[in-house]
């Protein structure tokens, strides 16, 4: 039976592992939300939504695909969740690959840990100080309510669908951002408050080494929970060990 690999991406760990997997010759799919225009890939790429549960179950049949590697952002709790619904209505074997998280950094104890977006903008409202607000573009506009009139830098990757405050300045940029610049940024824009999601790994841990050395406040949105009962795996080797 041909082996044929669907790879859910849009991060670095999803672009190794189809790389991976074209350099051993192996027919793999990479698949893009679609929502970046220029985004980084590896070999063969699908682009879009695939319409649902369902929409996902018939591509898996249609395509002929033997197993899955969920290496979605760890925020991109509906993807996962469809996936896990997906694969096991056609049965097909399905491998999450999340990067660890930082919970267990050695500074996770000193941060505001909040469990959503709107917790995080309220939090953030009620300390004092320049705002860097690291959130991705599609929250940015969930934080103008409470921090409107507040000085406020959104990194984001692209421009959000909205208006922002005149007040906002708003950064484009796209990691691995390393701790010379993230200390450049801090002190550029007196940063004394830090809005971030625990999307972990080392490409983006820079900004809370910055924020330590300002002793400016974390405020840091925990994980989704993510479906019972999946193969998980936290390295590009593990997944391709599990799938090849």
Known sequence: MEIVILVLGGTAEGRAVAQALADRGMLAMLSLAG??????TAGPVRSGGFGGIEGLATYLRTEGVTSVVDATHPFAESMSHNAAQACAQVGVP????????WSEHPLANSWLWVEDHAQ????????????????????????VPHLEDRHVVARVAE??????PSRWVLLFSRGPFPLTGERELFS????????????????TEAKLRAADERNAHVVM??????PEGLT???????ALARVV
């Open 35 to 40: 929502r970046t225009s220029q985004p980084l």
């Open 94 to 101: 399905l491998v999450r690959l999340t990067r660890p998280g």
């Open 120 to 143: 995080a903008a309220a939090a953030a409202s009620e300390l004092i100080g320049p705002v860097l607000l690291s959130v991705g573009r599609q929250h940015t506009l969930d934080y």
């Open 159 to 164: 421009r959000p669908s909205g208006m922002l």
């Open 188 to 203: 550029q824009h007196a940063i004394s408050v830090l809005v971030t999601k625990d999307s972990g790994g080392e490409l």
């Open 221 to 226: 949105i925990r994980r989704p929970g993510m």
């Open 232 to 238: 998980q795996v936290s390295n590009v080797e593990d």
